[in-house]
């Protein structure tokens, strides 16, 4: 099972802390993509991290503001979201690829296993 926690309500400019906790499995095998998705418009990728030597990669519209980093001895990855704005809302979803990110890490279809996703409303 893989469980994405830690959305909420948030002012613009605020912070938050996701988190993606997989069971039954080891993440250490696999690259973890964070994507997002707002009412009415496609899923699309955030940001991915690579097995092994922990490749990241970020969509250029959070860039500088997302950090996305991986804990293998919790078994969990994290997405530090940092100066939010109203448009980063959406729910946040985490899912695997095995091995590295592929250059198509920004397409859903990529992978192969999802988590239920995380409510992130940034507004004031």
């Known amino acids: 099972q893989l469980q994405a926690s830690g959305g909420g309500l948030v002012q613009p400019g605020g912070s938050l802390r996701l988190s993606c906790a997989a069971s039954?499995?080891?993440?250490?095998?696999?690259?973890i993509g964070w994507f997002r998705q707002a009412p009415g418009k496609e899923r699309k990728g955030v940001s991915c991290?690579?097995?092994?030597?922990?490749?990241?990669y970020y969509a250029d519209s959070v860039k500088g503001r997302f950090t996305i980093s991986r804990d293998n001895a919790k078994n969990t990855v994290y997405l530090q979201m940092n100066s939010l704005k109203p448009e980063d809302t959406a729910v946040y979803y985490c899912?695997?690829?095995?091995?590295?990110?592929?250059?198509?890490?920004?397409?859903?279809?990529?992978?192969?296993?999802w988590g239920q996703g995380t409510q992130v409303t940034v507004s004031s």
């Open positions: 039954g499995f080891t993440l250490d095998y696999y690259a």
């Open positions: 899912a695997t690829d095995p091995g590295r990110c592929s250059r198509a890490w920004y397409v859903w279809r990529t992978y192969d296993y």
């Open positions: 991290i690579s097995s092994r030597d922990g490749s990241t």
